[in-house]
């Protein structure tokens, strides 16, 4: 062994946290590799395949040579596929000079913050939420300030307490709506209440809207619908959830004027590019036929409500009905071993892979996430487990 002392690692790196779902994955993968039969609800993403029509224009684009650099920015045909989507779908006028696209809508969560935070900003985010929030608000130096989504509230956040969380340090404001990891979605006329209270704050809004096109008996509302919100709002959509696109990594955002250089900057430092083949696999999934998501989301609510009664009729377990993208979060908080001892017996006696709530905040302590991107099969075999798992308790 080396007698030389370790080079040591950056400080910063305390403050940096991780996303659960791909450790839980890795274990999961690992109890397969011994011959465990597992079933796998705890990773993000939905099991269909990348529609055929985006696989071939990338093939396409692969055989023309779009295969070097192209600007950070984004190519321009995209960048007009995407600012028509988002335009129609917010019913709002995005131009495709405001538009950029990442690798991935990752990206742009860590890189608004560090674009618009300095140390001891506070940001107002979702608890439960997306982990990435909280992890790269801690990085940039800033302060988080969750905000509660409450199971009597179907994980919509109460308006009063967003105002109350506003002060004149108030940096930045993260929404996502429909949410992970609960299944919530912010109704319309909340949605609009938001924005007039945001439009009158001094705060950057970030609109994490990736599951736009996931919602089953409620309307998809963005705050961003608001005229005057585009000049403050990073409008985030992408491509992973709704056209089975995570491996791709393709994600974009409407961008208020003075982000944009510093996030290109961001881009240009770290990524370069999005691959030009991908973009152009892109433009194929926003202008192309939409009957394959359609029929994804259509897959969703059968299982979505497979889910939901089934985890209702288990002993200690309550669920409300989520109305978005494709989790469930179960209440576990009466089963005595608690969430996360639960998570951990279900993957490793029950094999259901599964996330604790705390995964994503404090407030989820008493839940599990259900992640439904899986068959009705597997997900009625998964029910099964868990009710006799809890019934040698
Ligand atoms: C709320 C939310 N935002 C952003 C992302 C990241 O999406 P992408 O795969 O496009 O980077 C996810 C992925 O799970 C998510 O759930």
Redo the contacts with the bound molecule.
């Keep these: 062994m080396s007698t030389v002392a370790s080079p040591g690692l950056a400080a910063s790196l305390e403050r940096l946290g991780t996303?659960t779902?791909f450790s839980v994955l890795a274990q999961a993968k690992q109890l397969e590799r011994e011959g465990r039969d597992i079933i796998h609800l705890e990773i993000?993403?939905p099991d269909f395949d990348t529609p055929r029509h985006i696989c071939d224009a990338a093939y396409g684009a692969l055989r023309a040579g779009q295969t070097h650099y192209c600007p950070s920015a984004g190519i321009p045909e995209f960048r007009e596929a995407a600012a028509e989507y988002l335009s129609a779908s917010r019913g709002i006028q995005v131009k495709p000079e405001s538009v950029l696209v990442?690798?991935?809508?990752?990206?742009?969560?860590f890189f608004t913050i560090l674009a618009t935070c300095n140390p001891g900003d506070e940001v107002i985010y979702p608890d439960p939420?997306?982990p990435?929030y909280e992890s790269a608000i801690r990085w940039a130096g800033a302060v988080p300030v969750p905000l509660a989504l409450r199971e009597e509230r179907e994980f919509v956040f109460d308006l009063d307490e967003l105002a109350a969380g506003l002060t004149a340090k108030t940096k930045l404001v993260i929404l996502?709506s429909p949410?992970?990891?609960t299944g919530g979605v912010v109704p319309a006329d909340e949605i609009a209440e938001t924005a007039r209270l945001l439009a009158e704050s001094s705060a950057w809004v970030l609109a994490?809207e990736?599951?736009s096109q996931m919602t089953y008996d409620v309307e998809f509302a963005s705050v961003a619908s608001r005229p005057e919100m585009l000049e403050r709002t990073v409008l985030?959509d992408?491509?992973?959830?709704t056209y089975a696109?995570?491996g791709w990594?393709?994600?974009f955002a409407a961008v208020p004027e003075p982000l944009l250089d510093p996030l290109v900057r961001f881009f240009v430092n770290s990524t370069s590019c999005v691959p030009p083949f991908v973009q152009h696999a892109g433009i194929a999934a926003l202008r192309g036929p939409q009957d394959e998501p359609r029929a994804m989301v259509e897959e969703f609510r059968a299982r979505r409500d497979l889910v939901v009664a089934g985890l209702n009729e288990l002993p200690g377990v309550s669920c409300v009905m989520p109305h978005g993208?494709f989790y469930a979060f179960p209440n576990v908080a009466r089963v005595p071993i608690g969430a996360e001892g639960l998570a951990h017996r279900l993957l490793h006696e029950a094999g259901v892979a599964v996330l604790a709530g705390t995964a994503f905040g404090q407030v989820g302590k008493g839940n599990l996430r259900f992640s439904y991107a899986n068959s009705q099969e597997n997900l009625r075999r998964a029910l099964e487990r868990f009710g006799e798992l809890l019934a040698r308790l």
Aim: aromatic share 10%; proline share 6%; glycine share 18%.
């Design positions: 996303e779902a993000g993403e990442g690798t991935g809508a990752k990206p742009f969560l939420g997306f990435i996502n949410q992970n990891p994490d990736v599951y985030l992408g491509l992973s959830k696109m995570t990594r393709c994600g993208a």
